[in-house]
């Protein structure tokens, strides 16, 4: 079983629309939860930390459920620059704050 | 602005011979890191530095070798690159929680 798994997608969604992501992790004692937003042939870049409370950055909400330890994400009013794909990331326990990052969901916004 | 540079961004080497990549970082992180993409998946941990402690990850072939000499730099070495080894090598640093990525370099062998 991977560590952390998403659907790879790709989600093919028209502008204004709400679309959800989900993630699972394996490893209970992980303690911190991101989601990353990597463009085409581009550096991974944070777009939120998640928290157990679930957290909002304006159009995207942040969910996570540590006893079936999942995450999402949703994103409101889907914009075209939204075209991305989303990295679930979830540390490792042990080591330097050693992150294992998902393969990623691929978002393809139209108009 | 602080932030993690990488060069080349494009590197280009022949089957077999030993090619470095490097990065540098202007944000004084303790933690730096090696990833390697390859298309359509996760980037994936090579090794890490907590300052001049070096962590290899299990699966990371002995290929691959990295040196830090100061805060400021670190260096990927493929001793002998196969075909395999061509993908988006990232660098990223950080001091606690979220980690900064430099925009990756990428290899191709031929």
């Known amino acids: 079983r991977k560590e952390v798994e998403q659907d790879p997608g790709p989600f093919n969604v028209p502008e204004g629309a709400t679309v959800a992501f989900n993630c699972t992790y394996s490893?209970?004692?992980?303690?911190?939860f991101f989601w990353y937003r990597q463009d085409c042939r581009k550096e991974p870049k944070l777009l939120m930390s998640?928290?157990?409370s679930g957290n909002e950055d304006g159009r995207f909400t942040a969910q996570l459920n540590r006893a079936s330890q999942y995450i999402s994400l949703l994103i409101r009013d889907s914009k075209l620059s939204d075209s991305a794909t989303y990295l679930c990331v979830v540390n490792r326990p042990g080591g330097y704050n050693k992150l294992i990052f998902g393969a990623g969901t691929r978002l393809a916004v139209h108009p | 602005d602080a932030m993690v540079i990488q060069n080349p961004r494009y590197q280009v080497t022949q089957f077999g011979k030993p090619v470095t990549l490097s990065c540098s970082q202007t944000?004084?992180?303790?933690?730096m890191y090696w990833y390697q993409q390859k298309s359509s998946q996760a980037p994936k941990l090579l090794f890490h530095y907590y300052d001049k402690d070096f962590n290899n990850e299990a699966d990371t072939p002995d290929n691959f070798q990295s040196r830090r000499p100061n805060t400021s730099f670190c260096f990927l070495d493929i001793r002998s690159p196969g075909l395999g080894d061509a993908a988006m090598y990232l660098c990223?640093?950080?001091?606690?929680?979220?980690?900064?990525f430099g925009p990756g370099t990428r290899l191709t062998v031929l």
């Open positions: 998640v928290y157990s």
């Open positions: 944000l004084n992180h303790n933690v």
């Open positions: 990223a640093t950080s001091r606690s929680g979220e980690q900064f």
């Open positions: 490893n209970s004692a992980s303690q911190s």
